[in-house]
């Protein structure tokens, strides 16, 4: 057993940044597997403060190295219940950065962690002084928890093993979560949990619209409101409808124009283009319309490769993240794929032109069948030119103009040409060589023209006397 010390811990620590010169050891990210995962016990199965490492301890790896990395909290209370997993889960982005000289970022499977050297200089010589120091500010800022125990896997085999326990329990979450709609409450949920990296980031939590980070639902907002009523979760009464299609509220946007510290006074929860939620930073995924094909793409953490746009995810979350709100790039959680409400305003899955191939097979089943052969991946296209005419040749609806399917209304016009007469003497040279027979297949494969753009240059022609 590790000597027991006490650590410099506070709240103005959150937010702290370690960089690369200061790391001692770097923990999931970008280059490891990475996990947390809170799970909810009777206490008579667990035995409070104790932690348990399988695989190397911090002393025990060379300084500067990047490691695959897990923890479980395992938590037992008179009124801890599942839906407050989540909630304890999602609180160690808070109270693992309260400790000076380690950083934590994001969710779930994507987090990202540093030890920093000044942990080293403090005398840290094991998982178990870090954790038991964590696990008393636990129980010190939610005293619901009266016992807690805490699992860290350092070793590939147990961060695998790991993993697979924590994926089954994301993912009856999430199942639970599918299964309820923002009909059938009359209370959203609200969340400021990122506040410390996002200082105007104001997180509304529906049935329908689960969280920007993926890792709390309507269910663990209800709960956490619960049991902790002055906590970062609070309820937000659904009322005074302004836009229910586009899912703007009074009360939601009171709540932005308070949360947000006056910067917003205007939300809307199914929209990315009027006044949409603010994306705080730690998203799963992020969106990004692309005007020049009048159509939204969507990319995640694990694409690293940039984007038919030219940017990549990185460049994309810095211009969007720290709780601002951006038209044009939206930060959005991979449970809000499959919901009925998913963008519905813009077009829902119509509106759609580009995801990675591997982020598309994951959100499969909340595509609109319809539409799943007709979005493109990076092996149909890595830039626009490309996407452009994949678009065109799977007859994609922004082409044309797309109608959304909750009321029918167009919302987009289709491909327009700015300036007809650039493309006169291509026009006019493909009428004179198809003889006039105009194949729209022909019409996409040569000149890269929709029908309607080639019909608006054939107009064009007419208008000025060239074309009879």
């Known amino acids: ?64 190295k990047t490691i695959p990395f897990g923890m479980i909290f395992k938590v037992a209370g008179e009124l801890i219940e ?27 499977d994507a987090i990202w962690m540093r030890a920093g050297l000044d942990l080293k200089k403090a005398g840290v010589t094991s998982w178990e002084q870090i954790m038991k ?74 049935p329908d619209r ?20 002055e906590g970062p979760q609070f309820p937000i009464p659904k009322t005074g409808v302004i836009d229910e299609i586009a899912g703007e ?15 917003y006074d205007r939300m809307a929860l199914y929209t990315f283009f009027d006044a949409p939620h603010t994306s705080c930073g730690c998203f799963e995924t992020i969106g990004f319309y692309m005007p020049e094909v009048d159509g939204i793409g969507i990319v995640d953490r694990d694409f690293k490769s940039p984007t038919p746009n030219g940017l990549p995810f990185s460049t994309m979350a810095g211009q969007a993240g720290g709780g601002k709100q951006v038209v044009g790039f939206l930060g959005m959680g991979l449970l809000y794929y499959f919901s009925p409400k998913f963008l519905q305003a813009d077009g829902g899955w119509r509106r759609i032109v580009w995801m990675p191939k591997e982020l598309k097979e994951r959100v499969k089943d909340g595509i609109d069948a319809d539409m799943f052969d007709k979005i493109a991946t990076e092996e149909n296209a890595t830039d626009l030119a490309a996407l452009k005419a994949f678009l065109l040749k ?15 209304k167009q919302v987009s016009d289709g491909w327009k040409i700015e300036d007809p007469s650039e493309f006169e003497d291509a026009v006019i040279s493909f009428i004179e060589e198809s003889g006039g027979d105009i194949d729209v297949d022909a019409i996409k494969a040569k000149l890269n023209m929709s029908e309607g753009q080639f019909m608006q240059v054939v107009e064009y022609l007419q208008d000025e006397g060239i074309l009879e």
């Open 210 to 229: 689960p969280s920007l980070c993926g890792a709390i639902t309507w269910f663990d907002g209800r709960a956490a409101a619960k049991v902790d009523p």
């Open 394 to 408: 799977v007859d994609h609806p922004v082409v044309d103009g797309v109608e959304r399917k909750v009321d029918g």
């Open 1 to 64: 057993m590790a000597e027991e010390i006490e650590l410099d811990m506070s709240p103005m620590y959150e937010g702290e940044r370690i960089r690369k010169g200061d790391i001692w050891v770097e923990m999931g990210g970008p280059k490891a597997d990475g996990f947390e995962l809170s799970i909810a016990a009777s206490m008579d199965e667990i035995e409070d403060g104790k932690v348990t490492i399988k695989g190397p301890d911090i002393s025990e790896i060379e300084e500067g």
């Open 133 to 206: 120091n964590v696990m008393n500010l636990y129980k010190a800022e939610m005293p619901f928890i009266e016992k807690m125990e805490a699992i860290v896997l350092t070793s590939p085999e147990e961060v695998a093993k790991g993993l697979e326990q924590a994926h089954a329990k994301y993912g009856a979450r999430d199942e639970r979560a599918k299964g309820l709609h923002d009909e059938e409450v009359d209370v959203f949920y609200g969340c400021t949990l990122c506040q410390a990296f996002a200082p105007t980031s104001a997180c509304c939590v529906t």
């Open 249 to 263: 509220y009074e009360s939601v946007n009171e709540m932005a124009a308070s949360r947000s510290g006056g910067e």
């Open 82 to 108: 599942p839906d407050l997993e989540s909630i304890i889960e999602r609180r160690n982005h808070a109270l693992l950065s309260y400790v000076h000289g380690l950083m934590h970022l994001n969710q779930r």
